[in-house]
C-alpha cells in the first residue's frame, strides 16, 4: 500500500513565484523517481506556500528521494527562496499507508 507524505514550502517574502519555478522545474524528475506514485502541488498566494501531496511506494523510497535532492544541491538552490532555508522553511507529515477501508 502507498505512503502518504504531504510537504508544506513556505516561500521567502517576494520569492513565491521563484519557488513555484523551481518546482516546475525538478517534479519531473521527482515523479520519474524510483517508488513516486504521484505528487499533486497546491498553492496558496496568500500564505506563500506551496503544499505537495506526495504518495511514495514505501516511506524509504521517499528518503531515499529526499537523500537525492539533498546531494544533488537542493539546500544551497534553495536558500534564499524558502523562507528560513530548506531546513528550516520545510515541514514534512507522514501519514502513512493507504488502506482499503
Same mark, same amino acid.
Given at each position: 500500500? !502507498?505512503? %502518504?507524505?504531504?510537504?508544506?514550502?513556505?516561500?521567502?517574502?517576494g =520569492?513565491? +513565484?521563484?519557488?513555484g519555478?523551481i518546482f516546475? !522545474?525538478? %517534479?519531473?524528475?521527482?515523479r520519474?523517481?524510483?517508488?513516486?506514485l =504521484?505528487? +499533486?502541488v497546491?498553492a496558496d498566494r496568500?500564505?506563500?506556500?506551496?503544499?505537495l501531496?506526495e504518495?511514495?511506494?514505501?516511506?524509504c523510497h521517499?528518503?531515499?528521494?529526499?537523500q537525492?535532492?539533498?546531494?544533488?544541491g537542493?539546500?544551497?538552490a534553495?536558500?534564499d527562496?524558502?523562507?528560513g532555508?530548506?531546513?528550516?522553511?520545510?515541514?514534512?507529515?507522514?501519514?502513512?499507508?493507504?488502506?482499503?477501508i
Open positions: 500500500m !502507498a505512503e %502518504l507524505v504531504i510537504l508544506n514550502f513556505k516561500a521567502a517574502k =520569492k513565491f +513565484e521563484d519557488l519555478n516546475k !522545474a525538478v %517534479l519531473d524528475d521527482t520519474a523517481f524510483e517508488g513516486c =504521484k505528487v +499533486e497546491f496568500s500564505t506563500s506556500t506551496y503544499t501531496i504518495e511514495w511506494e514505501s516511506l521517499q528518503q531515499k528521494y529526499l537525492w535532492r539533498i546531494e544533488t537542493i539546500r544551497e534553495t536558500k527562496i524558502i523562507e532555508g530548506f531546513d528550516k522553511g520545510v515541514t514534512v507529515h507522514t501519514w502513512g499507508k493507504k488502506t482499503d
